[in-house]
């Protein structure tokens, strides 16, 4: 099957926001390619290079592009491509309303599905973050296992989250300093399932996932099966409101790895499905919508534990 690729030049302030937005007009799966997620890495002089040198010198650090698709059989006139490139053009300017974005430049090709189905795969070698994580993927036997290492095969394919990026990684910090045996755990917006996955390799039980995007969902549950995690691990389409689970028991931790402006949608509901003393961390919060998401936690009754920041993003701990 072919494939029009639509390409979004854009700084990594904007990336998340701009991922969401092709979510919001209809494109399932986003591809990213940002070189800062490689070149702000701390490597230990064990570590395995994140990504071959001479694919690193030929990348501009300051290009950053996300990606996504549709299908021909989806976008059967010209009429109907201009359409989607004005949709996409119109939307971008919102979003620069209150973020950079960069050259926001759009480009168009066309892809087989075999190529860029696995294209991504050349740039994502093994890496550890927070205490003991080691995310490996499948095509690799990594040789310097560590003792105390918890291993996360992952495959991201089309989802985000492959755990680079500097929102997930807080993420997962926090995540290993909450978890001490049989929390439960929901993360909502799951991405590729890592933050479900590494919750349950700390020892959560259950884990419930969710995430709106229908391919996020299908290589979320690939990744739980792969890591044998399936039977702590659950994951399921829909928001908050949506997914009958969440009203099952509330929960220890709450976990939101999206956009700000979503999570100042959820602020108001997480409560409801979360335990009193419960935590709630959410993340993917540029520096500059940082305070109007700590505003919207307080007016929803939750106390703010403490604030993470790495690079231009921000996390958030806070509790019920």
Known sequence: M???QFTIHTVSEAVEAIAYMLEDIGFQ??????PQDILSQEKDPTAWD????????????????????????????????????????????????YLPIGKGTIEVSVKNEEDWANAWKKYYKPFRLGQHMYIVPTWIEPEDVREDDIRITMDPGMA??????????????????????????????????????????????????????GNAVQVAEENVKMNHVDDKVRVFKGDLLEVDAFAEA???????????????????????????????ISSGIIRERLEDVRKALTESGFTIVKVVEKGSWAAILATK
């Open 160 to 213: 985000f989250g492959t755990g680079t990026h500097e929102t997930t990684y807080m993420c997962i910090e926090l995540l290993e300093s909450l978890i001490h045996g049989g929390e439960r755990v929901y993360d909502i917006g799951c991405g590729s399932g890592i933050l479900g996955i590494a919750a349950a390799l700390c020892g959560a039980d259950p884990v419930v996932c969710s995430d709106l995007d």
């Open 2 to 4: 072919n494939w029009y």
């Open 50 to 97: 994140y990504i071959d040198e001479d694919l690193l010198a030929g990348m501009d650090p300051e290009d950053v592009t996300v990606s996504s698709y549709r299908s021909f059989a989806n976008v059967t006139s010209d009429h109907d491509l201009e359409d989607l490139m004005f949709t996409i053009q119109t939307r971008l300017k919102e979003i620069a309303q």
């Open 250 to 280: 509330k929960a220890d931790i709450v976990v939101s790895n999206i956009i700000a402006d979503v999570i100042i949608g959820l602020a108001p509901q997480i409560p409801t499905v979360l335990k009193e003393g419960g935590y709630y």
């Open 29 to 34: 799966g986003v591809e990213i390619q940002d």
